[in-house]
């Protein structure tokens, strides 16, 4: 016949139950520092991803911008009745747009630093902007430019009250091509 064994009570010395706390305890640390470095490495991996995207982000914004910087300068040319393609891609490569243009409020290009940047480039290459080329929008022989490219919302606002009383008859052509958008 076997004995029964479930009923017997094993007992452990002192030290023994010291000697297993401490066995559990080493035990339990070395999980805990190999999931906190789990964890960590996790985290990091995170970071990296986050860091990534940001970057891709920000040169996406970077690269939008630019074209924006582009367009708004594009468009203060044609104002004057400087339309030629060619001559507008020289001026613009010329301009240094990037290091040159902040943004206004609203994250677009600023008008006045569109203008300052092209205005730079004038006084180090007027043979650029051809003869008679002038800031307010008249020719050198007094003439209005014609041009049907209205100013846009952020050149308004950015508008000294000089600039909008010599382009009286432009800024209300503009104010009112914003507001058929607006209903539109």
Do not use: Y
């Not at 020719?139 to 606002?157: I, K, M, N, W």
């Amino acid at each position: 016949m076997s004995e029964d064994n479930s009923n017997t009570k094993v007992e452990f010395s002192e030290e023994q139950k010291q000697e297993m706390n401490r066995i559990i305890r080493d035990r339990l640390e070395r999980e805990r520092e190999k999931l906190q470095e789990q964890h960590e490495q996790e985290l990091a991996a995170k970071d990296q991803e986050i860091e990534a995207a940001r970057q891709e982000t920000g040169a996406q914004h970077s690269a939008l911008f630019g074209r924006a910087a582009e367009r708004e300068a594009r468009s203060e040319l044609a104002q004057r009745g400087l339309t030629d393609q060619r001559r507008q891609d020289l001026i613009i490569r010329n301009a240094e747009l990037e290091n040159k243009v902040q943004r206004d409020r609203d994250g677009m290009p600023d008008s006045k630093t569109v203008r300052s940047a092209l205005r730079d480039v004038q006084n180090a290459a007027p043979e650029l902007f051809g003869q008679g080329f002038n800031w307010d929008g008249t020719t050198a022989d007094g003439g209005r430019h014609s041009t049907s490219v209205p100013f846009t919302r952020s050149q308004l606002e950015s508008m000294s009250e000089g600039e909008i009383n010599q382009n009286w008859d432009r800024v209300q052509e503009s104010l009112e091509h914003h507001s058929m958008n607006e209903t539109a």
